[in-house]
């Protein structure tokens, strides 16, 4: 039976990863997971992408059961939803799922979950999860609450559309954001939004300024930002706290390591996520 404090507020990151998992030699201290974060926040737990960083952290949970969790989804290309079909506590009677998402082409979450989701991903028929599904269709923009947490979300600068969050408690507040890219001639308000005066902002910082205006291979349009940009952000927004995420997968380890100490170097509190990290905000 799953018991988690009701006084904590933490942060931890199951896959950190972007685009695809990279496993290897080259990938063991940061990673080679795709997104995955999961809050634990006044005894309830939140779970936001479902990447393969999703597998580690069921079986994180397997001796908690029954759990329930409320699980978010960014968006859903690929690397963020690849964990779903291994996700163990689907499978199991006894756990609920509470699935919160803004489903695309005036589809539900529900309809989208079951049929696109998981379904063409995975040979695991619908009927064998055994958990309690409950779904809930949001609108960027949208805010709601889980007792006395408030989830505020906004729209993100991605194709196909993306949406991020911000869980407050106590006067505590993280924000998830990814994948998002910046704007090239002023800040992104709705990210500047959320971020405001944030304990940690979880930020895609995928490519270095110099990947991202690579003449020869630019990524201008991908949908994704830099260490550099992130920073200014945080700045901007009086973040105490950038988390550098979603990492290049051809980003190795020792890539990384100098990354961090620019990422050091340039602001202060900011540092590059790891799988299995934890970040206490209380």
């Known amino acids: 039976m799953e018991t988690s404090p009701s006084s904590e507020f933490v942060v931890q990151f199951w896959g950190v ?30 779970i936001f992408d479902g990447g393969t960083g999703l597998r580690m952290l069921g079986k994180s949970l397997q001796p908690l059961m029954p759990i329930e969790a409320y699980w978010f989804f960014t968006h859903y290309h690929w690397d963020h939803i690849q964990g779903v079909p291994f996700f163990h506590p689907a499978f199991v009677e006894g756990n609920t799922l509470h699935i919160h998402g803004a ?18 991903n ?20 949208d805010t709601m609450t889980l007792g006395d947490i408030t989830i505020e979300t906004s729209p993100l600068n991605h194709p196909n559309g993306a949406m991020g969050y911000r869980i407050t408690w106590q006067g505590h507040s993280a ?8 704007f090239p001639d002023r800040f992104d308000e709705n990210v500047l939004h959320l971020a405001r005066d944030a304990e940690i902002l979880i930020y895609d910082a995928m490519y270095t300024d110099e990947e991202y205006n690579n003449p020869k291979s630019p990524k201008v349009g991908w949908g994704h930002s830099t260490w550099q940009e992130g920073v200014k952000l945080a700045q901007e927004a009086g ?3 950038l988390a550098i995420f979603h990492h290049e997968p ?3 380890d020792d890539f990384l390591d100098q990354m961090a100490v620019e990422v050091k170097d340039a602001t202060d509190g900011a540092f590059l996520a790891r ?5 206490s905000l209380m």
């Open 17 to 46: 990863r972007g685009s695809v998992p990279s496993p290897g030699k080259d990938t063991v201290r940061y990673g080679g997971n795709t997104s995955c974060v999961e809050m634990r926040v006044a005894g309830k737990r939140l």
């Open 103 to 120: 489903a695309p082409d005036g589809t539900s979450m529900e309809q989208h979950f079951n049929e696109r989701v998981l379904h063409l």
């Open 122 to 141: 995975s040979p695991v028929p619908t009927r064998d999860i055994q958990a309690n599904l409950k779904f809930y269709d949001l609108v960027c923009g």
């Open 175 to 182: 924000v998830y954001c990814t994948d998002t890219e910046h």
């Open 239 to 241: 973040v105490k706290h």
């Open 250 to 252: 051809n980003h190795t």
């Open 275 to 279: 799988e299995g990290m934890i970040f």
